[in-house]
């Protein structure tokens, strides 16, 4: 088995947890100061045997899956197994695909979303969406925060833009970089601040989640550690789920993982569990690489 360990860099490291099995000796796993979830914390979200199909291709089945207030939960699993697809679920984007249906229920904040005075424009909104390759408009970094709030009328002034402008950008780290050249074109800041404009854009209309598909998966390992740090300082304020193929990432910045394959959602805890002490042989198999 090759060797894998599973390191945290900032923020620091305090605990370390060696695995048991004799096979997965080498595999240390050192998690970071977040609390373990304990029983009774607020959930926010509510899966209950959802199961999801595009057209004749079932592509979720019968998952059911708490996400509680203010935690990163990772999403792992090999490609193809559904965590797009329930990402998706949850800001209900899923619904315009032609031939989608599915099945059970999500509830968030103890709301049906399916429920037929539910407006998907603006349960959408309550989900900051970061996707995969930074995506910023086509138009300037100040542009770029400024529309959003201004097509859902949330400011109502210059004053009040620019103020919502420099408090964004000062949420993903970015203010300082670019104050000097709000006006200049998204398109010139590097890939790594890029993904940090999507994130102060997303945090610009104010939503209480964020969900993130591999929003790493384009940078550089520097770039990426940026963003893993401010997941880490938006947990304070928002519920993040993030999907990851690095197993290292979601050791770094998630409390929770859930691991999917082939549609089901085998196993969801606490990531020391599902990497150190993974109840089923699939899940087993994976975060110790066998396969991916
Ligand atoms: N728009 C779509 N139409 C048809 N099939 C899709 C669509 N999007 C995803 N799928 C299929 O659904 C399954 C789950 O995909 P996805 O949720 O993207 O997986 P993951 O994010 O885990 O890689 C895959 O078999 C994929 O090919
Ligand atoms: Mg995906």
């Known amino acids: 088995m090759a060797t894998q360990a599973l390191t945290l860099s900032p923020p620091a490291a305090v605990a370390t947890v060696a695995a048991k099995a004799s096979h997965r000796a080498d595999h240390a796993l050192r998690l970071g100061p977040h609390p373990a979830h304990s029983p009774g914390q607020r959930i926010r979200v509510a899966v209950e045997r959802l199961s999801f199909w595009y057209g004749a291709k079932q592509a979720l089945k019968e998952v059911s899956l708490d ?140 939503p209480d989640f964020l969900l993130m598909d591999e929003p790493c998966s384009a940078l550089d390992p520097v770039a990426t550690a940026v963003i893993e740090n401010l997941i880490d300082d938006l947990k304070a304020r928002y519920t993040i789920v993030v999907i990851t193929h690095n197993l290292q990432q979601a050791a770094r910045i998630a409390q929770r993982a859930a691991f999917f394959h082939l549609g089901e959602l085998l196993e969801v805890g606490d990531v020391r569990d599902i990497f150190v002490t993974p109840k089923t042989r699939r899940c087993e198999d994976f975060v110790s690489g066998r396969y991916g």
């Open 67 to 206: 996400i509680y207030a203010n935690e990163v939960v990772a999403f792992i699993g090999p490609s193809g197994c559904g965590k797009t697809t329930l990402l998706r679920c949850l800001n209900r984007t899923n619904d315009i695909v032609p031939g989608a249906r599915w099945e059970g229920q999500i509830r968030v904040d103890g709301t049906d979303i399916h429920a037929t005075d539910v407006d998907p424009p603006l349960l959408r909104r309550r989900f900051g969406w970061i996707a995969q390759r930074p995506n910023p408009f086509a138009m300037s970094i100040r542009g770029n925060i400024a529309y959003g709030p201004r097509i859902h009328g949330l400011v109502a002034s210059r004053a009040e833009t620019d103020a919502l402008v420099e408090h964004s950008l000062s949420a993903v780290g970015l203010w300082k970089e670019v104050r000097d050249r709000l006006d200049d074109s998204a398109s010139a800041l590097s890939i790594g601040q890029q993904q940090r404009l999507c994130i102060a854009r997303a945090l610009a209309i104010s």
